[in-house]
């Protein structure tokens, strides 16, 4: 089964929890990214996220994956670019109404997982993964809108942390600042009102 999640809005621990609840496995996110000697991220997601959790897959087994997208009893999280592929096969979606603290909770962890790369590079790091963020939280939303299908807020069912350290002092936190505005400015769930 599939399900599609704005990126930092609970979708790893709603899929640990949703494959506890049915006795299912929860596989991981499913991107290339976490193909192993292929994907750019390897094990940062089991080093700095708070679940601890993602695979690193073979490529033969990620592809296999591919085939069992539909296995009701195997959960699959897509929370990146692929999100507007996955939609109409997804069982459950989940978004934010507070894309602010979302995109803050996201730069939060790529400064955590990027220690020791230089400020400017982080920031293209953070400027690109906050609008992929921001593109699937609009997907999500606009495709929950037109097709009647139930979406799950972040917002109805966990709770946020109220800091976030690494973003606090990273050297370059008004230009992060300025970007969120930027994004805020063309986001039209921002101006819709939903």
């Known amino acids: 089964m ?3 999640a704005t990126m930092r809005c609970g979708g790893t621990i709603f899929c640990i929890e949703k494959a506890a609840e049915i006795g299912g496995h929860f596989i991981g996110e499913l991107s290339p990214a976490y193909i192993n000697s292929l994907g750019i991220f390897g094990t940062k997601k089991q080093e700095n996220h708070e679940t601890g959790y993602q ?9 296999s994956h591919i085939i069992d997208l539909t296995a009701p009893d195997k959960l699959y999280l897509i929370n990146n670019d692929a999100i507007s592929s996955a939609l109409q096969w997804s069982t459950y979606r989940i978004a934010t109404r507070n894309m602010a603290r979302a995109q803050r909770s996201m730069a ?13 590079s982080v920031f293209f790091r953070i400027a690109r993964f906050c609008q992929t963020q ?11 809108e ?3 299908k139930p979406i799950i807020f972040y917002e109805d069912h966990y709770t946020s942390k109220a800091s976030y350290p690494n973003l606090d002092r990273f050297p370059l936190k008004d230009r992060v600042e300025k970007y969120f ?5 063309i986001d039209p769930m921002t101006t819709r009102g939903s």
């Open 146 to 148: 037109l097709t009647g």
């Open 108 to 120: 939060d962890l790529v400064i955590r997982a990027n220690a020791g790369v230089d400020a400017e």
């Open 2 to 4: 599939i399900i599609c």
């Open 134 to 144: 921001l593109e699937g939280n609009i997907l999500i939303r606009r495709y929950c």
């Open 181 to 185: 505005e930027h994004l805020a400015s």
């Open 55 to 63: 695979p690193v897959f073979e490529l033969d087994e990620y592809v």
